[in-house]
């Protein structure tokens, strides 16, 4: 009777294989409650007495939980929860131990036992957090939120909570949602308008296997487009500057209103020779004006718009400790001597298959009569009549050459109508599919001698 219990007792250790056991044991903490998961291998049916108890470093039991389970004839597994006596630690968890054993009713030898530590075995749920480190104030932000425990598995189901944390202030809440079956979230934020400056943003997910946390440090910065402009490009001295800047919010593209505002010129040998302290309106308009003087350095001028943080009278004022802009804008403009006009020329190709009014013929062929008319008025009106006018027309294939050159005088409508026979021969270029390209250029002098050409 003995020896068959010996037996007995043998073949049930075989048949609970211990190396399977320690391979795949698992745990999770979950509000101060170890989830133990034991499998096991077994080849028939039978019952036992499962113990599972929680061990520190000199061995002392600080949770223990047993019950009597079962075994099947196929691989299996068994969960038991242990709850301490004290609130466990989970940095003291590298330190402590869980021992299992479990005993087959009727014997004395247990049919498996192990020690092994609970930082190996316990599964723990841990963050990636895919995003930026900057952001727009009042804009909105995407997050890619993904649940894994410490083997890269995915933990599917559950919530993740973000929160904004201000030094001072409490938590505030920026999403609360799902995570779904791959273990994946999908957060939209909308971040606090007029808030700059560097906070901490806390990640909470809560999981069957726990729940973790995971802070990051992100920035948030005020972006605003200043549209910089003036009334045109070029300036003579003694002219006065009309300057006006729009601004608009990145974030939503409203007006960016009551901000100071500043406007710099800079002239072409780098002096700054003016500058306004200014705040844009309600429409998120600010602007001024800069006469230059009579004797000033001719070149290319920078006209910049700095923009400072609201609440801020500008960067002169006593108050005011910050004086870097966050939002700049440039614009190159000349400043530069020059003569208007005074009068204009054009030049009119006859309309195909000269029908009124319609439009100029534009391809010839060689040997064929380019005609039309070559009109000259002053900006106020009245014809520049019995003008000088030389026509002339150029061609280029390996250098540049004369096609056809008119020398005549303006009727006194200001007009005068030409007739261009062209060569019996072009060179066609291949990047104009074989066609040659021939320049009609017209200069008009009046009797002041003064002369405008139009091409």
């Known amino acids: 009777m003995n020896l068959r219990r010996t037996v007995l007792a043998l073949l049930s250790t075989a048949l609970v294989t211990a190396a399977a056991h320690a391979q795949s044991l698992s745990a999770t903490l979950l509000r101060d409650t170890l989830t133990v998961t034991v499998p096991y291998h077994g080849q028939h049916h039978g019952t036992g007495h499962l113990t599972v108890e929680i061990l520190d470093p000199e061995d002392k039991i600080l949770g223990r939980s047993e019950r009597s389970v079962s075994t099947a004839n196929t691989d299996g597994q068994w969960q038991q929860q242990v709850t301490p006596t004290a609130p466990l630690v989970f940095d003291d968890l590298i330190w402590e131990r869980l021992r299992t054993r479990f005993v087959y009713n009727g014997e004395t030898t247990a049919a498996f036992t192990d020690t092994v530590s609970i930082s190996e075995i316990l599964r723990r749920p841990v963050l990636h957090i895919l995003g930026q480190s900057a952001y727009l104030a009042g804009g909105k932000a995407a997050l890619r939120i993904l649940v894994t425990d410490a083997a890269n598995q995915p933990i599917g189901g559950g919530n993740v909570r973000i929160e904004l944390l201000e030094k001072d202030h409490p938590a505030r809440e920026l999403y609360h949602g799902r995570i779904n079956s791959r273990g994946t979230a999908d957060a ?21 296997i726990g729940s973790t946390e995971a802070t990051q440090t992100i920035r948030l910065e005020d972006k605003a487009s200043i549209l910089l402009s003036t009334e045109k490009p070029i300036y003579q001295p003694g002219q006065t500057i009309h300057v006006r800047a729009l601004a608009l919010q990145r974030a939503d593209h409203r007006a960016t209103a009551n901000r100071p505002l500043t406007f710099e010129v800079e002239d072409s040998r780098g002096n700054k020779v003016f500058k306004k302290i200014t705040q844009t309106d309600a429409y998120g308009i600010a602007s001024a004006e800069f006469a230059l003087a009579d004797e000033v350095n001719l070149g290319t001028y920078h006209l910049r718009a700095l923009m400072y943080q609201p609440g801020a009278p500008g960067p002169d004022s006593r108050t005011r400790v910050d004086t870097t802009p966050t939002n700049t804008a440039e614009l190159a403009l000349n400043v530069e001597k020059y003569v208007l006009p005074k009068f204009k020329v ?48 150029t061609c280029a294939d390996v250098a540049v050459f004369d096609v056809a050159t008119i020398t005549a ?17 072009f060179a066609g270029k291949p990047l104009t599919q074989g066609a040659a390209r021939v320049l009609l250029s017209a200069t008009v002098k009046d009797s002041a001698a003064h002369a405008e050409t139009r091409a």
């Open 409 to 425: 005088r303006t009727d006194h409508d200001g007009k005068y109508k030409f007739d261009i026979t062209l060569p019996a021969y």
């Open 188 to 208: 939209e934020l909308h971040l606090p308008a007029g808030l700059t400056g560097s906070f901490d943003l806390r990640t909470i997910a809560e999981t069957a």
């Open 346 to 393: 054009a030049v009119n190709l006859s309309p195909i298959n000269d029908k009124p009014n319609g439009k100029p013929k534009r391809d010839y062929r060689p040997g064929d009569h380019v005609t039309g008319t070559v009109q000259a008025n002053y900006f106020f009106g009245k014809p520049v009549n019995d003008a000088e006018i030389t026509l002339q027309a």
